[in-house]
């Protein structure tokens, strides 16, 4: 299993950019995709982005799509989600997840049901 540790929410106005990043440590993450996922209040947790594990291949959430980005530096075992034209609706606990089920192409939800999953990162949104 892969321990992972969120960092880098916070508040911001609308419009204003945030990164978000997270460290992996143990288990074997390397290999899988990682990415990263939100829950806002009263609503389940929903797919943002994921990168599989050469980083040459991503994909988003539509919503998010040009102006999120995910990045990952394997020598460090770091993902990362630099998040710009932020908006109140993208408030919410922002999740970790590695060990993801991706290599390439379109996302789909089965792709995490083996996943680890990091304790979340509050993003807040709001003038």
């Known amino acids: 299993q892969v321990q992972l540790v969120e960092s880098g929410g916070g508040l911001v106005q609308p419009g204003g950019s945030l990164r978000v990043s997270c460290a992996a440590a143990?288990?074997?993450?390397?290999?899988?995709?990682m990415g990263w996922f939100r829950q806002a209040p009263g609503k389940e947790r929903e797919f943002v982005a994921v990168i599989g594990p050469r980083g040459a291949n991503t994909d988003y959430k539509e919503s998010v799509n040009g102006r999120f980005a995910i990045s990952r530096d394997n020598a460090q075992n770091t993902v990362t989600l630099q998040m710009n034209s932020l908006k109140p609706d993208d408030t919410a606990v922002y999740y970790c997840a590695a060990r993801i089920k991706y290599w390439r192409g379109r996302y789909s939800s089965w792709m995490a049901d083996s996943a680890d999953w990091g304790q979340g990162t509050q993003v807040t949104v709001s003038s």
């Open positions: 143990g288990g074997t993450a390397s290999g899988y995709g």
